[in-house]
């Protein structure tokens, strides 16, 4: 009954901003670090950012650092991920995913999966 629903995907241009939104149902979300993960044709699922459960540490990959931003509200059973000055290298099926307690950047190690929101930016 566990449920991750991403939204907030599309057509972007470069340089452009897009959020994602991530909601959850079915466990106890305050409970749970969060993930965001990416993976485009031909390439290897990329870890992109997670936010520890409390949300007081966030986590990213080296080379989006400074781009994207990751976030949670806990009341409303929500994750976000902020993405700016998008590149056309960030397209990709982005997928939030939820593990107990303990953020990590290995995908195996999460739980739960949303069914992914496609990200596609134009040149």
């Not at 290897?44 to 950012?49: G, H, I, L």
């Not at 080379?63 to 998008?86: C, E, H, I, P, W």
Request: aromatic letters at 14%.
């Amino acid at each position: 009954q566990v449920q991750l629903v991403e939204s907030g995907g599309g057509l972007v241009q470069a340089g452009g901003s897009l959020t994602l939104s991530c909601a959850a149902s079915g466990l106890s979300f305050s409970s749970y670090a969060m993930g965001w993960f990416r993976q485009a044709p031909g390439k290897e699922r990329e870890f992109v950012a997670a936010v520890a459960w409390s949300g007081d540490y966030t986590y990213y990959a080296d080379s989006l650092k400074g781009r994207f931003t990751v976030s949670r509200d806990n009341a409303k059973n929500t994750v976000y991920l902020q993405m700016n000055s998008l590149k056309p290298e960030d397209t990709a099926v982005y997928h939030c995913a939820a593990r107990w307690h303990t953020a990590t950047m290995i995908p195996n190690e999460y739980r739960y999966w949303g069914q992914g929101t496609q990200v596609t930016v134009s040149s």
